[in-house]
């Protein structure tokens, strides 16, 4: 086995035990820090592809930025209640149903898929020059759509701050504070 | 091209190396809290520690003995996991960002070229803004972990700070690859080499990214994390013994690794200013020579990151807010499209 395939094994064997921990620990902050893991591991499997700012781009959205904004909400909630109330055994249902679709589709997916084996450990597609060579000549207008996508979501999330904000009409426009955590606080 | 070309010699070199950068940034940050104290007590006309050995010199051994025979508290009603895993985040996160930093040229060791960088990656400035993102995961786990009131408000305080300051930090960076054109450690310090250190091109980059290194590393101005009288202690109020230690390290050492950024990105890394290196040939000394440079602007930074603690007072949190949010990060905007502007008319 070459270094690349232990390796390979290594981070499968992490990414899919640490996927399973995020949906069976009991805690929400354990299921945090188990997303992160997986992430991790995920990352380490871009790395294999020599995907370098693929896997680095994976941390910093990723890892450094949704999973802290998880974290925080998680630590502002009183978690001590151990008691979940009971969920509608249809909604129970309903969502194995959903989730055994889901299961179809990737299976039926995979199946009729060719048989190419990745590029392991060598190519340079993911490598950030050609990357951005692609994003900026080839695929330019997609790229500003999304872009454009964005900046609306930034601008709409702002607006939706100032509106609660003026309703409350607690604290004058001067000393308003970004986040609305840290105000409560 | 294949990648994994992993032989014996290389990885002994590659193990001697990151032996020897961990060893150097924490025998820094050891000393960095004396330098602390010393220059404390300089700027209030005071002794500062002189009891342990001359001059005090074996003040921090002391400090590190203390803390290793104190007591270890572990609070009942934490969670204990969580609770000892935050320093040792904290700790290792701190660590990280040395793996991309060029700490000199190449040395010749029995006819090897090494290359004083653990890993030259062609993502070097990505990786460093990656790590920095994570930083806050040492504190935030830490604190939460604490179940104690003033550790949470700490650490959602120092959260909400390192992310507001990674904006313009990430900004002020981009203007910097502007410039070089490669996010290689490497090859944005041998464009310096080369062209003049980024600090000519780049003032106003600069200075948005030492006062958000200021706020990453949760220094005064910017401690609020800390804030003592509002906070008793901090988002390590809990810890005692060892663990406190960590933090309390960890703080220093990320001070030493950023700044060591800051020479790196801006003042021309291991290169010798009025001096050209490339005429002394490959001796085996111009690494080390290169490096003793880098240590030298380090530590001229570790001295203004001191300097401003024991000068400017603490910033209020909205102000720190505003500071961040409104002032900072347009003016890195602008910085950027700036640079952007001229970059492209220079080109044509």
Not at chain 1, 95 to 108: D, E, H, K, M, R
Not at chain 1, 144 to 152: G, N
Not at chain 2, 107 to 116: E, K, M, N, S
Not at chain 2, 127 to 145: D, E, K, T
Request: hydrophobic share 55%; aromatic share 12%.
């Amino acid at each position: 086995m070459s270094i690349t395939e232990i390796l390979f094994y290594i981070l499968s064997v992490v990414a899919i035990g640490s996927a399973l921990l995020v949906i069976t620990s009991k805690h929400p902050v354990y299921s945090v820090l188990w997303l992160i893991v997986t992430f991790f591991s995920i990352s380490g499997h871009y790395l294999l592809l020599n995907a370098q700012f693929l896997a680095v781009v994976n941390i910093i959205v990723y890892a450094g930025a949704i999973m802290v904004l998880f974290l925080y909400v998680l630590m502002l909630m009183d978690l001590r209640k151990e008691s979940e109330p009971a969920k509608n055994k249809w909604l129970k249902l309903a969502g194995a149903v959903a989730g055994g679709s889901l299961l179809l589709v990737l299976v039926a997916g995979l199946r009729t898929a060719d048989q190419r084996m990745a590029q392991l450990n060598e190519g340079n597609i993911g490598l950030i020059e050609n990357l951005g060579r692609a994003l900026f000549t080839d695929y330019v207008v997609p790229f500003e759509i999304a872009s454009i996508l964005f900046l609306s979501a930034m601008v709409g999330a702002v607006i939706i701050g100032k509106s609660e904000k003026s309703k409350k009409q607690a604290v004058p426009i001067a000393q308003q504070q970004p986040e609305p955590e840290a105000a409560s606080v | 091209m294949y990648l994994l070309q992993i032989d014996g010699w290389f990885i002994l070199e590659k193990f001697i190396l990151i032996a020897a950068i961990v060893t150097t940034a924490l025998v820094v940050a050891m000393y960095s809290t004396y330098a602390e104290r010393k220059i404390a007590a300089f700027l209030q006309d005071r002794r500062g520690p002189s009891r342990a050995g001359p001059f005090g010199i074996l003040q921090p051994l002391a400090d590190g003995v203390k803390l290793f025979m104190k007591e270890e508290v572990i609070p009942l009603v934490s969670n204990k996991f969580l609770f000892v895993l935050g320093p040792m985040l904290a700790m290792i996160v701190a660590m990280m960002t040395s793996a991309v930093i060029p700490w000199g040229s190449t040395i010749d060791i029995a006819g090897r070229q090494v290359p004083l960088q653990i890993a030259d990656v062609n993502i070097g400035v990505l990786y460093i803004f990656g790590v920095v993102s994570l930083g806050v995961y040492g504190i935030m786990i830490g604190g939460w972990a604490s179940n104690n009131k003033f550790s949470l408000i700490a650490a959602i305080r120092g959260a909400s700070q390192m992310i507001s300051y990674e904006l313009a930090m990430g900004l002020a960076l981009i203007a910097v690859l502007m410039v070089t054109g490669t996010l290689r450690m490497s090859g944005i310090v041998s464009h310096q080499i080369e062209n003049g250190w980024n600090i000519i091109y780049q003032p106003l980059g600069f200075l948005i990214f030492f006062i958000c290194a200021l706020a990453e590393c949760n220094r005064t101005p910017f401690d609020l994390p800390e804030a003592e009288n509002e906070l008793n202690f901090g988002y390590h109020q809990e810890y005692s013994s060892m663990k406190l230690g960590f933090y309390l390290f960890a703080e220093y050492i990320n001070m030493f690794i950023s700044s060591v950024l800051m020479a790196t990105l801006f003042f021309g890394g291991y290169d010798i200013p009025f001096v050209n290196e490339a005429a002394w040939g490959d001796a085996w000394w111009v690494g080390l020579v290169g490096f003793a440079t880098l240590m030298l602007k380090a530590f001229f930074f570790i001295f203004l990151f001191m300097w401003i603690r024991w000068t400017v007072p603490r910033f209020r949190y909205d102000q720190l807010m505003n500071l961040g949010w409104k002032k900072l990060m347009p003016l890195a905007l602008v910085n950027m499209l700036i640079t952007a502007v001229v970059v492209l008319l220079l080109q044509k």
